[in-house]
């Protein structure tokens, strides 16, 4: 018997000025999952979060999310249920706050903190950044910490108003080799928890792809070419098709490890959907 689905897109197709940007996308994940999502630029990884998150409507097909039908439920309260990760909040953030202020932020889904917080919620924010590795930059201001301690803070940000999805967008984007590798291993530890939330992790680069994250989904030009238990996604044919470039993977201690087939053409075959 099928566990009940987290998110459940039912041939999603979504145009907007003539241009398709998903295109009869399937897509399920179910509780205990966490997922990987992988494509190109243009591959339509952004449209694909925007639907979840109640910002697009499609054209076609159907949306459920945490058991709620889309169009059917007040999607401000849906959103509340889904945490965000992304280096582009940075914008939206008051980079004199602390880090432990930002932190604070996220229950109110406000970016500054405004409202008056209880000893016991302090203390869960300082155990959060203690667990994502960032343990002493509570009193920091935010401006003044490194690309990959914004992300960590980011994250407890989010898991601080428990999401029971929590949607990391290119988390390691800008990052130093040293500063990728930890964020992973914060990343990979929080997903092997007992109380973490649904990951979806979104990313271009399959060599992020942590261990404890278990399934992937390829898009390619707004079209699913492979989702299901990673170990069979990311292989030569459908990771060459999705970024148009033949590849060559190996796994090596759970990551795929990719390298491109100089002098091989392009590899071709029709998505399989789910």
Not at 147 to 160: C, F, M, T
Request: one cysteine or more; aromatic letters at 6%; glycine letters at 8%.
């Amino acid at each position: 018997m099928l566990t009940t689905a987290v998110c459940l897109l039912d041939h999603v197709s979504i145009s907007r000025e003539g241009k398709k940007l998903l295109d009869d996308v399937s897509f399920v994940t179910r509780k205990g999952e966490h997922w990987a999502l992988l494509g190109a630029n243009g591959a339509g990884k952004t449209t694909l979060l925007q639907i979840m998150m109640g910002y697009l409507w499609p054209t076609d097909g159907s949306v459920e999310i945490l058991g709620n039908t889309l169009g059917r439920i007040d999607v401000r309260e849906l959103r509340k249920r889904i945490g965000f990760v992304s280096a582009s909040m940075d914008a939206r953030l008051e980079p004199g706050e602390s880090a432990l202020g930002i932190v604070l932020s996220g229950p109110f889904a406000s970016w500054q903190l405004f409202e008056t917080v209880a000893d016991d919620t302090r203390a869960e924010a300082i155990r959060l950044l203690a667990r994502l590795g960032a343990s002493g930059l509570e009193q920091q201001p935010y401006r003044s910490l490194s690309q990959g301690e914004r992300q960590k803070v980011l994250i407890a940000r989010a898991l601080l108003a428990h999401p029971q999805i929590l949607i990391l967008d290119e988390p390691c984007n800008g990052l130093d080799f040293p500063s990728r590798e930890a964020l992973l291993a914060a990343i990979d530890d929080l997903a092997q928890s007992a109380d973490a939330p649904q990951l979806l992790y979104v990313t271009h680069y399959p060599d992020e792809i942590v261990p404890a994250i278990t399934h992937a989904a390829l898009l390619s030009e707004g079209r699913m070419v492979s989702a299901g238990d990673k170990q069979a996604v990311l292989q030569d044919e459908p990771l060459s098709t999705a970024f148009g470039i033949a590849v060559r993977v190996t796994w090596q201690d759970g990551y795929p490890i990719v390298r491109v087939a100089r002098g091989l053409p392009v590899l071709q075959t029709e998505g399989s959907g789910l």
